[in-house]
């Protein structure tokens, strides 16, 4: 088929094949994370009101639940970009899923603001280290000599252009793909592999850079080179956990059960199992350069996690984020039965959370894990939140691309 052509329409790939939602289908899950979104966000607000410690208290918190969120879309967005670079057929029925993720980024932005406006608590390290010049008793030297980055206007500019990125890709992408339903232009799909090559140079440095500003300058003395990969790691293994669980949800509810096969199941268990050995090389990695290396000023990261309660949670990390999944994921029989795979899934976002808490909350609680009220209501909330825009979104277009030229490939992919 040539690039200009016009591909046959979903009913004559697959004849009978439902691909958009009925009026009114999810409405009432819609409203239903809506409303706990916004009472979640709702009691997080009023909890950064009640003094100057349960400030600190939300806006740490609250960023555990933002970089939990944005990994979901950010995970989907790579998981669009890679389809389209490489050109895969098996995954035609379950990208829109993806699609549709990664369209909740624009709604980051404004949920960014909380962050934007509590920065000097939150950064207050290398912010306040900006009042004190050379001379002055509480000079810091460190933090003084990284300030060319590390300043509030060079910060806010880099986020401004992180999220132009990131809704730039987000909204060609799926806007192509969905007017690809229409037209029925395969041209649209070459054009898209074309654009996803330069779009993922770009999507690979705004994600390294915003987990650099947003998360390892939380300690700003110390430094990872591989910092933004190990996000980016556990960003894509998150996604495909909630990939896997939206499609059995579908399919639950009467929906692309004709489309989605156990083969796709067992592909995304494979990319599951493939990413929890890859968070786990790029955490090792960095963990034994810091250990052999031994300088103080890289230790002090693992330092601050062996006290108290840190330590047995990083314990529970090495076992629960890779040791117990890779042991339960290896089975061919595990990533092709819907109902362990749903266990494996909801159990590989929960250790996600985990990951999180451990990476965010021993800059505030430094001697042992002090989990609040509102660690509990700003998950709820900005997870509500996503749910309700992912479900809009799901409402919004067809289920699958009805028109892709890979269609019928992916409809009858098999593994061989």
Known sequence: MTASAT???VETVAPGLPTRLSEGSFVGHQKLWFAAGVMGVAASLYGWS???ESARQFLHSYLVAYAFVLSLCLGGMFFVLVQHLSRAGWSVVVRRIAENAMGVVPY???LFLPIAIGYATLYGHWVHALDHPPGDPLHDPVLWGKRGFLNPPFFFIRAALYFVIWIGISRY????????????DASLSLKMSR???PCMLLFALSITFAAVDWLMSLDPHWFSTIWGVYYFAGSFMTFLAFLGLVCMWLRRHGWLSQAINTEHYHDIGKLMFAFVVFWTYIAFSQFMLIYYANLPEETSF???????????IGKILVWGHFMIPFAFLISRHMKRAKVTLAIGSVYLLAMHVIDMHWIIMPNLHHHGAHPTWLDAVSLIGLVGLFLAIFIRNLRSA???????????????????
Do not use: C, K
């Not at 992408?173 to 029925?184: E, K, Y």
């Open 302 to 312: 693992y330092q601050h996690r062996q006290e108290g309660s840190w330590l047995a």
């Open 108 to 110: 980051m932005l404004p």
């Open 173 to 184: 992408f799926r806007g192509t793909s969905i007017r690809q339903d229409q037209s029925g």
């Open 195 to 197: 654009v996803a090559a």
């Open 7 to 9: 591909v046959p329409t």
């Open 50 to 52: 009640l003094g100057e």
């Open 398 to 416: 067809p289920l699958i691309p009805e028109r892709d030229p890979r269609l019928r490939e992916s409809l009858r992919f098999i593994n061989h």
